[in-house]
């Protein structure tokens, strides 16, 4: 058993603990309020070679480990959790070509990625396929040496952003989820509609685009796998980016808790901080003891992962559920100890909150997590 | 034992349902999505005299009792939280304690005017150090000649900029902390009132939530209510029959969203992960429900009611927020989208776990009732 990091990791960390509390924390009540993606932390963020933390060296990255990336969105999440996006979602729109390009893929699509010269996105979700992800209905069409694709994809996570996009389609209508295979989108030679942007609960900052496919062409050098092969892809895909989305909401539940924490310290009701009182204490540790307790959770799957374990699948979504549900708990108890100040903008731990609610929802809905755990369970 | 609504209740129940489902329903995502004052909603309640539910028939007045209260709350709260909580507290905490405590020539002079909707009541206790403790408060009323001279900043104020009249709590000298605060009618238009700063909230976007400050504010003898260093008591009697209104508004969001969630699974299917969420939901809803209806049928029988009160503020909100993030769970994605009733509910639901008593305050008095009365 270790439960230390390796002195790279840690240093990673540190570098980016310090880059988020002086450029990101301060930007991450307006970014909130205007809804505008951050561009500057986004190019912050390739200068510093943070977002070539989900590639290995060779492509041109700098690690290429889930331990490492969720160190990262969960240090980023702290201050903000629309900019922690801008790294989880790196790491999830290059996992199918990390995980599925062949060596010519990689070494052409990674390092434009790795740099930050291009933003990455997933397409998996249509109007009428969320959870049933095989019931989509992009089409993708073989002409000669490329593919033609039409469809729409929604809610999907910097959709009107990115350069590269990785898109699941129907080559094979007939034949269900066995007839979905997955292809990248360059957005200079295979454009793509962004057809309108949600206004969202919480996340503003990171922009969730329906997109529309009309007839893009794609060449067949951007198909990743053998055709039919995507509906794999993508839950191989989801998998490993599942310890990331655990990382960000312990990210959001470790920053509203240090805000709360300390503002219990100050406040003082009845002669005394608010802190002094049992009540106020339980709670603490109460918060405490789950954070801790998903943090594990996170850090765990987050290496089953990375060592390509068999239970990988199983972990991955028990660390995305536990953590999730913890930070929507833990954030609500925070606006709860800063009472009226807690509910109001001027206070961060209501955006907190807000944020917090996405995280049970996205890659894969909380109530999918547990039908993946049984279905782990009874196999 | 009789758990059915008495029939002029019931019949009551579908007047406001009525209202609240035509007129008050179809402008609650606008009034949250631009943060505005629910301008038609309000217009309705005052014409159907929801304004007036507590008040008396001889001061023009519906003079229905506690239970009627909450039965309104709850079902305009089902159509908009944001209009529930303006009038809740317009007629509750704003203007019961006009009526529990005011002498005959304050009720005649007040009680119409508050009763019809041409005056919107408010509650000023809190400041900016004084919440949970609210015996710490430290506006001063300065007694000078034939009246008094108010100085101090009140914080969280609901319906701030709209209400008329404020009930203000101040210190008028003597005892420290509770002892020596009394209560004041302090009319909008005195001068020295003034709107400080307007809160921006996660929710319940429609209800204005700000600053009063008040400047030098002189106001005469007959505006203090009770008397000089009871103003407390009155304080403490308001929250109690205000946290029954809160109980109705929690059940209205919560219905709101139980109501949403089972539309949601009939349109698009469903399996038992979500038929058991739904049925905890709704459990949770029923038993709220229950003790809040308890608490206002207690109130209007003149029993002690102060921990059953608590008690259903502590667990309608608890549920309030609860079934709104269930609720929200079971929609996904579409549901966070704004514009979404339920990503509303979410943010609505917050507030009511903090206002009238954070829920902490509340576990205080149902613990302290508990150990003295058993």
Same mark, same amino acid.
Request: charged share 20%; glycine share 10%; with cysteine.
């Given at each position: ?140 069409? %073989? ?26 389609? @129907? ?60 509906? %794999? ?44 009182? @049992? ?24 290496? @089953? ?30 606006? @709860? ?43 | ?26 402008? =609650? ?8 004052? &629910? ?16 008040? &008396?028939?001889?001061?023009? /007045? ?8 909450? *039965?309104?709350?709850e079902?305009?709260?089902? !159509? ?34 508050? !009763? ?13 150090? +004084? ?54 009618? *302090? &009319? ?24 009063? $400050?008040?400047?030098?504010?002189? $106001? ?21 029959? /205000?946290?029954?209104? *809160?109980s109705g508004?929690a059940l209205?969001?919560a219905q ?26 709704a459990t949770r809803v029923e038993s709220a429900r229950l003790l809040a209806y308890e608490?206002?049928?207690?109130? +209007? ?10 008690m259903a503020k502590l667990h309608s909100t608890d549920t309030a927020?609860q079934v ?6 079971? =929609? ?31 576990? *205080? ?10």
């Amino acid at each position: 058993m270790d439960f230390e990091f390796t002195a790279e990791q840690v240093a990673i960390r540190d570098t980016i603990r310090e880059l988020v509390q002086d450029r990101v924390a301060p930007r991450a009540a307006e970014i909130d309020r205007t809804g505008e993606y951050p561009k500057d932390i986004e190019k912050l963020f390739a200068e510093n070679g943070i977002l070539g933390i989900p590639f290995p060296e060779e492509y041109g990255g700098i690690s290429g480990s889930s331990v490492t990336i969720c160190m990262g969105v969960e240090e980023i999440a702290k201050a903000c959790a629309s900019s922690s996006l801008i790294l989880a979602v790196q790491a999830l729109g290059s996992y199918p070509i990390l995980m599925a390009g062949s060596e010519e893929q990689k070494r052409r699509l990674c390092p434009p990625l790795a740099t930050g010269e291009k933003v990455a996105a997933y397409a998996l979700s249509e109007p009428g396929s969320g959870s049933d992800a095989a019931a989509m209905t992009t089409r993708a069409k %073989k002409h000669g040496s490329e593919y033609v694709l039409s469809g729409t994809k929604q809610f999907i996570t910097h959709g009107s952003i990115a350069g590269t996009l990785v898109v699941f389609a @129907q080559t094979d209508p007939g034949a269900d989820h066995r007839g979905i295979s997955a292809f990248v989108l360059e957005r200079e030679t295979s454009p793509w509609k962004v057809e309108k942007l949600e206004h969202k609960l919480g996340i503003r900052g990171s922009p969730t685009a329906q997109i529309v496919l009309e007839d893009v062409k794609v060449p067949a050098a951007n198909r990743l796998g053998d055709e039919g092969a995507g509906f %794999k892809i993508a839950l191989a895909v989801l998998d490993r980016s599942r310890p990331g989305i655990g990382a960000q909401a312990l990210g959001i539940a470790e920053g509203a808790f240090a805000y709360a924490l300390n503002y219990v310290k100050e406040r003082r009701q009845f002669g005394q901080p608010i802190a002094s009182f @049992q009540g106020i204490q339980f709670m603490l540790a109460d918060i405490a003891t789950q954070i801790e307790a998903a943090r594990h959770l996170v850090y765990r799957a987050a290496t @089953q992962v990375d060592s390509k374990a068999p239970d990988l699948t199983k972990v991955a979504a028990m660390a995305k559920v536990f953590a999730s549900d913890m930070a929507m708990r833990v954030t609500t108890d925070c606006v @709860q100890l800063l009472g009226g100040y807690g509910y109001i903008s001027d206070y961060p731990v209501e955006r907190m909150m807000r944020d917090a609610k996405i995280t049970q929802i996205y890659e894969g809905t909380n109530q999918i997590q547990r039908v993946v755990i049984a279905r782990a369970l009874l196999r | 034992m009789d758990l059915e609504l008495a029939p002029e209740h019931a019949t009551f129940r579908a007047a406001v349902r009525e209202l609240a489902q035509g007129v008050v329903q179809p402008h =609650a995502a606008e009034v949250d999505r631009l943060h505005r004052f &629910p301008e038609e909603a309000i217009k309705a309640a005052t014409e159907s005299g929801l304004m007036g539910v507590l008040i &008396p028939r001889e001061y023009g /007045g519906a003079g229905l009792d506690a239970v009627a209260f909450a *039965i309104c709350i709850e079902e305009l709260a089902q !159509a908009c939280a944001s209009t529930a909580v303006i009038v809740d507290v317009h007629t509750s905490v704003g203007t019961e304690p006009i009526l529990l405590f005011g002498d005959e020539e304050q009720k005649r002079k007040w009680l119409p005017r508050l !009763a019809s909707g041409e005056l919107l009541g408010a509650f000023a206790l809190t400041e900016p150090a +004084s919440g949970s403790d609210a015996a710490s408060l430290q506006t001063t009323a300065r007694r000078n000649g034939s009246g008094y001279v108010l100085n101090g900043t009140k914080v969280f104020i609901t319906n701030i900029g709209r209400a008329g009249l404020y009930i203000v709590f101040a210190r008028t000298g003597g005892q420290e902390r509770a002892g020596g605060v009394s209560a004041f009618l *302090i &009319p909008a238009e005195a001068s020295g009132v003034r709107v400080g700063q307007v809160f921006e909230k996660m929710g319940l976007h429609g209800s204005p939530t700000g600053e009063l $400050v008040l400047e030098d504010v002189s $106001v005469p003898v007959a505006n203090r209510l009770g008397a000089e260093g009871h103003g407390f008591t009155v304080a403490m009697r308001a929250l109690d029959s /205000g946290r029954i209104g *809160i109980s109705g508004q929690a059940l209205g969001i919560a219905q709101a969203a139980v109501g949403e969630a089972r539309a949601l699974m009939l349109e698009r299917g469903h399996e038992q992960g979500d038929d058991f969420a739904l049925a905890d939901m709704a459990t949770r809803v029923e038993s709220a429900r229950l003790l809040a209806y308890e608490a206002a049928w207690l109130c +209007s029988r003149g029993r002690p009611f102060t921990r059953q009160a608590s008690m259903a503020k502590l667990h309608s909100t608890d549920t309030a927020m609860q079934v709104a993030l269930d609720a929200l769970q079971i =929609a996904g994605d579409e549901g966070t989208v704004t514009g979404s009733p339920l990503e509303r509910h979410v943010r609505d639901a917050k507030a009511l776990q903090i206002y009238e008593g954070s829920n902490q305050v509340q576990r *205080i008095v149902i613990a302290r009732d508990l150990l003295r009365a058993g």
